[in-house]
T-cell receptor, first 110, second 116 residues
């Protein structure tokens, strides 16, 4: 399964757009890219998933370049409530067996 | 129920005791997973159930760990002879179907296990 690399932590001020990039150089043809969000004392929550190009939902956007070797989760105009750990997962069917990694701890500052 | 339910939310036990952690998945979800999360760490896969198929136990750290899923719904994770290194948050997740490659996991809030 593709290994992912993402920053351990990021800080952002309220109202700013936050972009978290995940590197996955050995992504396979049938791999999907999925992002989860985890608040303290809660289980992770699915945010967005994509295969190529751009995906947007009510929470975030996911940008995937043509080579798919990286992906960027974009959170528009973050608020304090967006403070959480964000995990990038890459894998096909059965990827859920993989550990989530440490993720990126996003701290939103007033 | 509306979401994945786990009980208890907190469990304190003494070293050497057995503990049982319970998970009620979302109704209709055929796949159920257990993960473990140590403080400040990512999620470690433990075991996976899919319908009536044999569970995938490849992530269980030792033979002290076991899990059952009765009637394709409720699951119980049992840790025998608990050790201090078992202290962690144990998370349960369910999904509609394992077959789809774009599967989404729904997690419970977890059980915080503390072994003294």
């Amino acid at each position: 399964l593709a290994k992912t690399t993402q920053p351990i932590s990021m800080d952002s001020y309220e109202g700013q757009e936050v972009n978290i990039t995940c590197s996955h150089n050995n992504i396979a043809t049938n791999d999907y890219i999925t992002w989860y969000q985890q608040f303290p004392s809660q289980g992770p929550r699915f945010i967005i998933q994509g295969y190529k190009t751009k995906v947007t939902n009510e929470v975030a956007s996911l940008f995937i370049p043509a080579d798919r070797k990286s992906s960027t989760l974009s959170l528009p105009r973050v608020s304090l409530s967006d403070t959480a750990v964000y995990y990038c997962l890459v894998g096909p069917e059965g990827y859920q067996k993989v550990t989530f990694g440490i993720g990126t701890k996003l701290q939103v500052i007033p | 129920g509306a979401g994945v339910s786990q009980s208890p939310s907190n469990k304190v036990t003494e070293k050497g005791k057995d503990v049982e952690l319970r998970c009620d998945p979302i109704s209709g979800h055929t796949a159920l997973y257990w993960y473990r999360q140590s403080l400040g760490q990512g999620l470690e896969f433990l075991i996976y159930f899919q319908g009536n198929s044999a569970p995938d136990k490849s992530g269980l750290p030792s033979d002290r760990f076991s899990a059952e899923r009765t009637g394709g719904s409720v699951s119980t994770l049992t840790i025998q002879r608990t050790q201090q290194e078992d202290s962690a948050v144990y998370l349960c997740a369910s999904s509609i179907d394992r077959v789809a490659t774009n599967e989404k996991l729904f997690f419970g809030s977890g059980t915080q296990l503390s072994v003294l």
